[in-house]
């Protein structure tokens, strides 16, 4: 990956390990005192904006309007921008938690000037608007900039001649919501038993999506957040994209955000919870019935599933990337969160088709007793058929895909890059590696390999990627 720190870089590589992580991480010591941002009233007004990339929402650029002025002059190098971000809650409230202090100034990739209109674009997955926790969440952050001019640039003259200045400027956003995102534009947050995030579609068709472990709320501190399942990682914006719409068309978009954890759905009454919720959703927008599509990653396949064994004729289709069955009772600290054989059974009398997803290798939860372990029973005594798909541009793991001869069951195993032993959360070891994607971080245009911990297999799915022997994608295949 071109164009990052050696900081970054670590940030990241630390990261990989953690469902939907954002790219910021704490330090082992938070700063004395919450950080200040002082704004000069003479200052010009920047805006930033942010983009929510596989790993979470990141800044993007910024843009600062001179008015009436025609700029010349801008590079690269032209202005330094450094943030800090900061989590404050529960007891400490006030004083910080967790922070992401931007020590080097955030990558400038390009820029472009049109009239008075400058537009500065970043390294897209260095400056974060999340935190990750020590105990395993991803928190919303208060955020500060500083930018600075580092050198002349220009105002050209009604003669044409070039007149150089240097300005103050200033950024008021303290937080998400003060970015301009137009993907999460796209949804409204909803407060209810358990709080979602909610984009209304012009057509019958819903999408309910569930997150992973890492974007649940935190009911010990009081954060009441319910948006980290949106900026945590495309796990909710990318049901309502173009490419989505093309697909199921403007389906509404209904993202839940945890209590707490999934794996407490059967303890804390979350299934029926949820059911309700999706119900008065289908109410008061004229959702068809038939027309209701679930997916879910990691806890939230594990809840996706649950979803399935508790209401059986809920879903037309199910997406589970891969889902944490192995370590629910761990996370819970119950004995029965993880489905037996014979619940798991249920999911081949239910209406709902099942596309499952996962890594090869998966160094979080083990594909042999999730994903695999659900096929088995899903599968058993029925024909399965299998082809292998190379990798391909944009999309770099090659995969195998194995399904019955109906159709209504596939599952994609994805090829890991990387692997070695290791071990896993329950204590046993298992090779593990690394899936390999391809993006354009740096804005350039051209697709840049890039390596993600091999448990982000939904990413595959976000991007409908998951193919069949008739070369029918997972999306396609869950309208038809």
Avoid at 329 to 347: G, K, M
Wanted: charged share 25%; glycine share 6%.
């Amino acid at each position: 990956m071109k164009n990052l720190s050696k900081r970054a870089l670590a940030s990241l590589m630390a990261l990989s390990m953690l469902a939907g992580c954002s790219q910021a991480a704490p330090k082992e010591e938070a700063p004395a005192e919450e950080p200040v941002q002082e704004v000069n009233p003479d200052a010009i007004p920047v805006e930033m904006h942010a983009i929510v990339t596989d790993a979470g929402q990141s800044l993007d650029k910024m843009v600062i309007d001179f008015g009436d002025k025609k700029i010349t002059g801008v590079e690269n190098d032209t202005f330094e921008v450094k943030m800090t971000s900061t989590v404050t809650y529960g007891e400490a409230k006030g004083q910080p938690y967790a922070y992401f202090d931007s020590e080097t100034p955030i990558p400038v990739v390009k820029t472009e000037t049109n009239g008075g209109v400058v537009t500065v674009y970043f390294q897209q997955n260095y400056a974060g608007t999340l935190n990750w926790l020590a105990e395993g969440r991803n928190m919303p952050a208060e955020l500060a900039f500083t930018i600075t001019q580092t050198k002349d640039i220009n105002e050209l003259s009604s003669d044409k001649r070039e007149l150089p200045f240097t300005a103050e400027y200033s950024c008021a956003a303290t937080s998400y919501k003060d970015l301009i995102d137009e993907e999460t534009a796209k949804f409204e947050g909803v407060e209810a038993d358990i709080n979602y995030q909610f984009h209304k579609g012009t057509n019958d068709k819903l999408i309910v999506w569930f997150h992973g472990n890492g974007e649940g709320d935190f009911p010990t501190k009081d954060t009441n957040n319910n948006v980290a399942q949106m900026l945590a990682n495309r796990g909710t914006v990318a049901w309502a994209t173009e490419e989505a719409q093309e697909v199921f068309g403007d389906a509404s978009v209904m993202s839940f955000q945890a209590p707490n954890v999934w794996y407490l759905a059967k303890k804390d009454n979350l299934l029926e919870t949820a059911y309700n919720e999706i119900q008065d959703v289908i109410k008061a927008n004229g959702i068809n019935e038939d027309e209701i599509y679930v997916s879910g990653c990691s806890a939230g396949g594990f809840m996706t599933t649950r979803m399935i064994i508790a209401y059986p004729e809920l879903f037309k289709a199910a997406m589970i990337n891969c889902p944490a069955l192995d370590i629910a009772n761990l996370r819970s600290e119950t004995e029965d969160a993880t489905p037996t054989d014979e619940e798991l059974a249920v999911l081949k009398t239910a209406k709902t088709k099942i596309w499952l997803v996962q890594g090869e290798t998966d160094s979080s939860v083990n594909p042999e007793d999730c994903s695999k372990r659900i096929w088995k029973i899903l599968t058993d005594g029925a024909e399965v058929t299998d082809k292998k798909f190379e990798g391909t541009a944009g999309i770099a793991s090659g995969f195998t895909t194995y399904e019955t001869a109906d159709g209504k069951y596939k599952l994609s195993l994805y090829e890991t890059a990387d692997v070695e032993d290791g071990e896993g959360t329950l204590g046993d070891t298992r090779p593990m590696g690394k899936l390999v994607f391809a993006e354009d971080y740096n804005q350039d245009g051209e697709l840049e390999e890039v390596k993600h911990s091999d448990h982000w297999s939904w990413i595959y799915t976000l991007r409908n990627n998951p193919e069949d022997a008739a070369g029918e994608h997972i999306w396609q295949w869950a309208v038809k």
